[in-house]
């Protein structure tokens, strides 16, 4: 279905997803007005860029390069376990910890509170220049896709700086200036992103709608592609989703069209399961032979 040997590079936040399902047992002693839980099981997932690495990898490419920042923590070493087949190109910081979010839920699924271990300042000069450097060392990729999650690595300079290294770069943004971007073939911003943001004349703009679909701004049109809607899920992670799909569906020559409709697939599929997945090519050939994806 897609074109495995595509030399893909991911640049973004990456960060430690934790699942903790726990039992809600009563109110606090020492604050009623807070709940009392027993943790039971906790699952620790890739997020963020790693999880459009780990969605790439599972729809079969084979050459992805992922450029990230991790602190000297456990957390690091953790998620650089999880991801450690891949070109891991990862620089551990000493300022910052590892970004880590850690959800407690309930056992009908709820999300009880969610935990953000964080620093989301700017990389410095340094990181700044090994990345480029890395990544002109690496030469020409058939797509490199932008992950955003404004956590500090994905700066304006940077993002000028790797124009040079792939005709096919696509964007995943958070920041509110979405000309920091510069040129690129597509952006895939939310509704709340693209509504808070300035506005940014990408080629191809894709904004994602969860259950509602996307909508794609081509030149003057507009086409509104609808999307299998689910009763229940989780929607963590389906942003990575979707653009891991649309990527592997555009360097496999897929028109922009099909390539949405690939890329939403790939996200209903991400929404079945609990925090952040990497959906296979089997989940997702399933997905598309239940709903018609390519008629809109």
Not at 92 to 102: E, G, L, M
Not at 250 to 257: A, C, G, P, Q, S
């Amino acid at each position: 279905m897609f074109k495995q040997d595509s030399k893909i590079a991911v640049i973004g936040d990456i960060m430690l997803d934790k699942h903790v399902h726990c039992e809600i047992i009563g109110l606090s002693p020492e604050d009623d007005g807070a709940l009392k839980i027993r943790t039971m099981t906790e699952i620790k997932k890739p997020g963020g860029a790693a999880n459009v690495v780990n969605n790439l990898k599972t729809l079969g490419c084979q050459n992805i390069y992922l450029y990230g920042i991790i602190g000297n923590d456990t957390e690091g070493q953790e998620l650089t376990n999880l991801i450690n087949d891949v070109k891991l190109n990862l620089y551990t910081c000493s300022d910052r910890p590892t970004t880590t979010k850690t959800r407690y839920i309930s056992p009908k699924g709820r999300h009880i509170v969610r935990i953000d271990k964080e620093i989301t300042k700017p990389i410095d000069q340094e990181i700044k220049t090994k990345i480029i450097k890395e990544l002109e060392q690496n030469s020409v990729y058939d797509a490199i896709i932008i992950s955003d999650y404004a956590k500090g690595i994905v700066t304006e300079e940077l993002c000028k700086e790797i124009h040079c290294c792939s005709q096919l770069i696509i964007v995943d943004p958070k920041d509110k200036n979405l000309m920091k971007y510069g040129p690129v073939y597509a952006m895939t911003p939310n509704e709340q992103e693209w509504g808070n943001g300035t506005k940014h004349e990408a080629y191809n703009l894709i904004v994602t709608k969860g259950k509602k679909g996307c909508t794609i701004d081509i030149g003057k049109a507009t086409i509104e592609w609808p999307v299998r809607e689910r009763e229940v899920g989780d929607p963590t992670g389906c942003g990575d989703s979707f653009i891991a799909g649309l990527t592997m569906a555009l360097v496999t020559k897929y028109d922009i069209n099909k390539a949405c409709n690939i890329g939403m697939a790939v996200a209903a599929c991400a929404v079945d399961h609990d925090g952040a997945h990497a959906v296979p090519l089997h989940e997702l050939e399933k997905e598309l032979k239940t709903f018609p994806y390519f008629l809109g």
